[in-house]
């Protein structure tokens, strides 16, 4: 499953190019229903993935409601493709503007096979891009079933030269057109998905070529460094065919996933000797450690990529809450482009915003204990009689923050019963701890845990990382130190109404 999942992520690609302006944001719904809903209503969670080009992997829950209908309503810049996660993780694609409806058979969760293609059979879409969602749907079935080799590739990242890789992927993609084509033919496919199918052959490639960078030493054991190091210039070559001031294709996932490794390379060029400077510098001088990028960029890169480049260095530190570090090195005239200035600009004012006046949900509580010992017994003697479902997060921590929406789901089952959801957070400024609870708005008893408080509770629970989950009962009884995630829905709802009785 793994591998699979691995193609469908470099298989995203959009569609075609739109022309070489500024988008215009317009809503895209993706709804339908679930038949036979009654059968399988404890699968009550889907879930919809898209990339961005600043914010990255945007990813959307929803509970399926007891008629079995959802419902998404986005806002998009560009064409995206998408995942749709119910019974599998299946490839769509969607336009601003688009409205889609999904027909879901039940029994996809009866399934017999691993077949791509029957996965598929059990979704039907209709609404806008009808033709061109059908086709994706099946070339990404035809192409994970019958042609994608992981076993071949896996074993190319890690025995071959960057010579002989960069041929190998070379010669597949020449050997892919050849099948595409004969595809379209057989299909008679939309020129829309041709659009689509040419992109993404190219990109992959450009991708591909990339992620062997550090694919290769990570399979080996090897240094990243020291492997960049080695790599002959000549591999890089394809990028002497890239027209980077080009933003027709920032609709194709492809190209997305390319820029993120370019990004990436970009940064692994910095020269040694720069690289130590700014690494000594970023605990004592964090301003002036990340004020070396903004000069850095400008200086390697020109045009849209350098725009590129800019923007998502502020936009990755804005998400990450350092708006009060980096304020003072914000300067929005060094990004040319209107459309990622504006989305620059934008999320520095939310950001802004949150640190200076954060607005916290009705149901979000900010709590302070003082007490440096015995900081599980204060917690039960601030909640007594409760059931305690305990959240160990931070702001930064992705899978945290990806059980908050199934968190909400969970809340709402035991909304008015005798259980107490808390949030312990630690390793992050008090400033992002609050500006994430008054942006995700997530309701519950919040307490900032010092590294004090944070070591004493990971050893009474067994720590290893986050998110980690523990369950206390209305006795201040320990019932697991590793309960269930929220995403678990089914067994956590079951084991708290347990306790509850």
């Known amino acids: 499953m793994k591998r699979i999942i691995l193609?469908?992520?470099?298989?995203?690609?959009?569609?075609?190019?739109?022309?070489?302006?500024n988008p215009q944001t317009k809503k895209a719904i993706v709804a339908g229903c679930v038949s036979n809903y009654d059968k399988v209503s404890d699968h009550n969670i889907i879930e919809i993935f898209y990339d961005d080009i600043l914010a990255g992997q945007i990813k959307l829950s929803e509970k399926i409601n007891p008629n079995g209908q959802f419902k998404f309503v986005v806002d998009l810049d560009y064409p995206t493709a998408f995942y749709l996660k119910y019974s599998g993780l299946l490839t769509y694609h969607i336009s601003p503007g688009d409205s889609l409806h999904f027909e879901i058979n039940a029994d996809c969760w009866s399934k017999t096979s691993n077949s791509f293609a029957e996965e598929y059979s059990f979704y039907k879409v209709s609404g806008t891009s009808k033709k061109m969602n059908n086709d994706v749907a099946a070339y990404t079935a035809f192409f994970i079933d019958s042609i994608n080799n992981m076993d071949e590739h896996d074993e190319m990242v890690k025995n071959a030269s960057p010579l002989e890789y960069r041929s190998y992927v070379e010669a597949l993609t020449k050997e892919r057109i050849g099948i595409?084509?004969?595809?379209?033919?057989?299909?008679?496919?939309?020129?829309?998905?041709?659009?689509w199918v040419n992109h993404k052959l190219e990109y992959d490639k450009w991708d591909e070529l990339m992620r062997y960078r550090w694919l290769h030493p990570m399979?080996?054991?090897?240094?990243?460094?020291?492997?960049?190091?080695?790599?002959?210039?000549?591999?890089?070559?394809?990028?002497?065919?890239?027209?980077?001031?080009?933003?027709?294709?920032?609709s194709s996932n492809s190209y997305l996933s390319f820029l993120h490794e370019y990004t990436m390379y970009v940064d692994q060029c910095v020269p040694q000797d720069s690289q130590k400077v700014y690494r000594a510098l970023y605990n004592t001088d964090f301003e002036k450690s990340m004020g070396f990028f903004l000069r850095y960029y400008p200086s390697v890169e020109t045009g849209f990529i350098k725009d590129v480049l800019i923007s998502k260095f502020y936009y990755r530190l804005l998400g990450a809450k350092y708006y009060d570090k980096i304020k003072n090195i914000y300067y929005p005239e060094l990004i040319e482009d209107e459309y990622l200035k504006q989305r620059v600009q934008s999320k520095f004012k939310i950001e802004k915003d949150l640190f200076e006046n954060p607005q916290y949900a009705a149901?979000?509580?900010?709590?302070?204990?003082?007490?440096?010992?015995?900081?599980?017994?204060?917690?039960?003697?601030?909640?007594?009689?409760?059931?305690?479902?305990?959240?160990?997060?931070?702001?930064?921590?992705?899978?945290?923050?990806?059980?908050m929406p199934h968190a909400k789901n969970i809340k709402k089952h035991f909304e008015g019963e005798d259980v107490v959801f808390i949030y312990l957070a630690n390793r992050c400024e008090e400033s992002a701890w609050k500006s994430t609870i008054a942006e995700k708005k997530i309701e519950g008893e919040h307490f900032h845990l010092n590294d004090k408080q944070f070591a004493e509770l990971g050893q009474v629970f067994n720590i290893t990382g986050i998110p980690h989950y523990a369950l206390i009962n209305k006795e201040g009884v320990v019932v697991r130190n590793k309960a269930p995630r929220p995403s678990n829905g089914k067994e956590l709802i079951e084991l708290i109404e347990k306790q509850l009785n």
Not at 180 to 195: D, L
Not at 229 to 238: C, K, L, V, W
Request: charged share 25%.
């Open 219 to 250: 399979h080996n054991q090897k240094d990243m460094d020291e492997f960049m190091g080695s790599i002959p210039r000549e591999y890089f070559d394809f990028f002497s065919g890239w027209d980077k001031d080009n933003k027709e294709c920032l």
């Open 7 to 21: 193609y469908v992520i470099s298989a995203l690609a959009f569609l075609a190019c739109t022309p070489n302006q």
């Open 363 to 403: 149901g979000s509580k900010i709590n302070q204990l003082a007490t440096e010992n015995n900081y599980l017994n204060s917690l039960k003697e601030k909640f007594p009689g409760k059931v305690l479902y305990i959240d160990f997060w931070a702001p930064w921590c992705s899978p945290c923050m990806g059980e």
């Open 180 to 195: 595409v084509e004969e595809f379209n033919k057989t299909n008679n496919t939309c020129p829309q998905f041709r659009n």
